[in-house]
């Protein structure tokens, strides 16, 4: 195991701020590996959290803001991360008939396909957290982490 201080070879004022530059410096670190993984299939990782966010609608219409509430990361870019994916057939937008100001969004079948054939990839870096921490350390992380975010 790596420590902090080797990564970035430096000494901390403290353990709050090593803590805090471990967790932004730890996210870079998930985000680019998640960015390599997603890299073959031509896919941001906020595009492929818009696919998996309407997948789980499991068929239903959901708005644009309704995407946005549940993403990961929420990027003021959704609507133009949304028209690339609805321009290479993965998503589907339909206008309400009641407020043509509200866009419904929907998965295709393409979309469907492609998301349920990444599953094997995502469950691999779910392995890979569970090989370096046991269930209890990983409750306790989400319990902090949720706490921290409070």
């Not at 080797?6 to 996210?27: A, C, G, P, V, Y």
């Not at 969004?105 to 870096?125: H, P």
């Amino acid at each position: 195991m790596v420590k902090i201080e080797k990564e970035l070879i430096m000494e901390f004022k403290s353990e709050h701020q090593k803590l805090l530059l471990n967790l932004m410096f730890t996210s870079n670190w998930l985000k680019h590996m998640d960015a390599e993984r997603l890299r073959p299939y031509d896919l941001s990782p906020q595009q492929y959290n818009i696919l998996r966010i309407l997948r789980g609608a499991d068929g239903k219409k959901m708005s644009m803001r309704d995407v946005l509430q549940r993403m990961l990361d929420r990027a003021p870019n959704a609507t133009r991360l949304t028209d690339k994916l609805i321009a290479k057939g993965l998503v589907i937008r339909e206008r309400c008939t009641d407020d043509r100001r509200v866009v419904h969004l929907l998965i295709s079948a393409k979309g469907k396909e492609l998301v349920n054939s990444m599953d094997k990839g995502t469950e691999r870096v779910v392995d890979l957290v569970a090989q370096k921490l046991t269930k209890d350390e990983a409750e306790a992380m989400n319990t902090l982490l949720d706490k921290l975010r409070s």
